[in-house]
C-alpha cells in the first residue's frame, strides 16, 4: 500500500473512534438529561411543588440512564 492509503485508513480509523465516543456520551448523558429536564419543568408546570419535580428529574435522569446502558451493552 502507498502512504497515503494507510493515512486514509488510520483517518478513518480516528473518526470511528471519534464517532462512537461523541455517540456514547450522547445517548448516555444527553439523553437522560434532556428527559429529566422536560419532567422537572413539566412537573413544575403542574404546580407539583419543586421538590417533587426535582425528585421527579431525578428519578427519570437514573432510570433513564439505566434503560440506555442496559441497551447499549451489548
Do not use: C
Not at 500500500?1 to 456514547?24: G, L, N, W
Not at 448516555?28 to 408546570?45: D, Q, W, Y
Not at 403542574?46 to 428529574?57: C, K, P, R, T, V
Amino acid at each position: 500500500m502507498t502512504d497515503e492509503a494507510v493515512q486514509r485508513i488510520q483517518d478513518a480509523e480516528e473518526h470511528r473512534r471519534s464517532y462512537e465516543a461523541i455517540m456514547k456520551a450522547s445517548a448516555e448523558i444527553g439523553v437522560p438529561f434532556a428527559l429529566a429536564l422536560a419532567t422537572f419543568f413539566t412537573s413544575l408546570t403542574m404546580a407539583n411543588g419543586i421538590w417533587l419535580s426535582l425528585f421527579a428529574g431525578v428519578a427519570t435522569y437514573v432510570f433513564v440512564h439505566f434503560v440506555v446502558k442496559t441497551f447499549f451493552s451489548h
